[in-house]
């Protein structure tokens, strides 16, 4: 069965985007994972097709409506739908590569973008919408973050990375930065490629690669080492 994913944005051109192209690209037209979009502006039931309102409390800036916004969840997402519904939030969860390979698991996801300044509050907890950040800094919609989402998620997907073992060693999967690269030319610009790693011996460049994330990780993301296995 195919990673169903629904999308619901004021801005469907935006998708599929850059995953239309590549890895993800290929997987959508091979079925692998499917994508629907759905228009919020779609919802409104007034004559200006109105999405967000002022802020109760005052102050700057709009708020996207509940009622509008449920009845667009309601279309993408009927009663029973086994999906889990995820609304791009600066103030969610931040995501991680955990996080990523669980969604990849099951079977799809239903995207709500924000714009403007958020949602309605009672709309996030009567349709229990799992918040989820992609990192600490505005974006002006969720669009960008559901795209940055969803990518993370198709190149799990089985069948979609050529290499499946190259997915394993990427960064954070053992909880570590993954080790340096290097391809030829064997000398460039006066730099060699390290010894070692033209050896031929296997386990001495595995012992290598394990030490160079190791101290990576220590340099750059000392938070990540109290996880490594
Ligand atoms: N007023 C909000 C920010 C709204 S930004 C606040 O201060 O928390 C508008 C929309 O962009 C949000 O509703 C959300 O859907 C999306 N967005 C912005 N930053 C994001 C991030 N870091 N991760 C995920 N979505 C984000």
């Not at 610009?189 to 030490?211: C, F, M, T, Y």
Request: aromatic share 4%; glycine share 10%.
């Amino acid at each position: 069965m195919s990673f169903a994913a629904s999308v619901l944005t004021l801005y469907p051109e935006m998708f599929p985007g850059a995953l239309g192209v590549s890895l993800a690209g290929r997987a959508l037209e091979a079925g692998t994972w499917s994508l629907d979009t759905v228009q919020i502006r779609d919802f409104a039931t007034d004559r200006h097709r109105t999405v967000d309102d002022t802020p109760a409390g005052g102050g700057a800036g709009m708020v996207m409506r509940a009622d509008v916004l449920a009845r667009a969840i309601d279309s993408a997402a009927a009663e029973g739908d086994p999906r889990p519904r995820l609304l791009m939030s600066p103030r969610g969860k931040p995501l991680t590569q955990a996080k990523v390979r669980e969604l990849a698991a099951g079977p799809g996801v239903v995207l709500l973008c924000g714009r403007f300044e958020g949602v309605d509050q009672r709309l996030i907890e009567a349709r229990n919408l799992e918040e989820i950040s992609i990192g600490d800094y505005i974006l002006s919609g969720g669009e960008p973050a559901a795209l940055v989402l969803l990518d993370a998620i198709v190149r799990l997907l089985p069948g979609v990375m050529g290499n499946d073992q190259s997915g394993e060693e990427e960064s954070f999967e053992n909880g570590l930065l993954e080790h340096p690269h290097y391809t030829r030319p064997q000398e460039f610009d006066g730099r060699l490629i390290p010894e070692v790693l033209v050896s031929g011996n296997h386990a001495k460049i595995a012992q290598w690669r394990r030490e160079q994330a190791e101290r990576l990780t220590r340099e750059r993301r000392p938070d990540l080492l109290d996880g490594v296995k």
